[in-house]
Nanobody, 125 residues
Framework: QVHLVESGGGLVQAGGSLRLSCAAS????????MGWFRQAPGKERGFVAA????????NYADSVKGRFTISSDNAKNTVYLQMNSLKPEDTAVYYC??????????????????WGQGTQVTVSS
């Protein structure tokens, strides 16, 4: 089992920044990827960004490219999502997830095995 704990969410004005963290504990994988997904009220959960275990490959949703940056610290088993130039439409619950057994940072939600509980991000206009 993998236990994921997200933190860093909150309320911010449009144009502001937040940094989310996701700390992983428990089972480790030789190859893995970690991703961020989000779910806005009344919408399905969708992909935001992902990174492979060694940090060499990243993947972003078009809606966040150039504004969000995903990074990882393997020594701390933690992945970060730096969110800049936030917009009201970024308001959502943000979830981190682990894809075990594959290095590729997929956009497909069903390819992720373990999920955190989520952290709320609210961007006011």
């Amino acid at each position: 089992q993998v236990h994921l704990v997200e933190s860093g969410g909150g309320l911010v004005q449009a144009g502001g920044s937040l940094r989310l963290s996701c700390a992983a504990s428990g089972r480790t994988f030789r190859s893995s990827a970690m991703g961020w997904f989000r779910q806005a009220p009344g919408k399905e959960r969708g992909f935001v960004a992902a990174i492979n275990k060694n940090g060499g490959t990243t993947n972003y949703a078009d809606s966040v490219k150039g504004r969000f940056t995903i990074s990882s610290d393997n020594a701390k088993n933690t992945v970060y999502l730096q969110m800049n130039s936030l917009k009201p439409e970024d308001t959502a619950v943000y979830y981190c997830a682990v894809r075990g057994g594959s290095w590729y940072p997929s956009q497909r939600e069903y390819e992720y095995d373990y999920w955190g509980q989520g952290t709320q991000v609210t961007v006011s206009s």
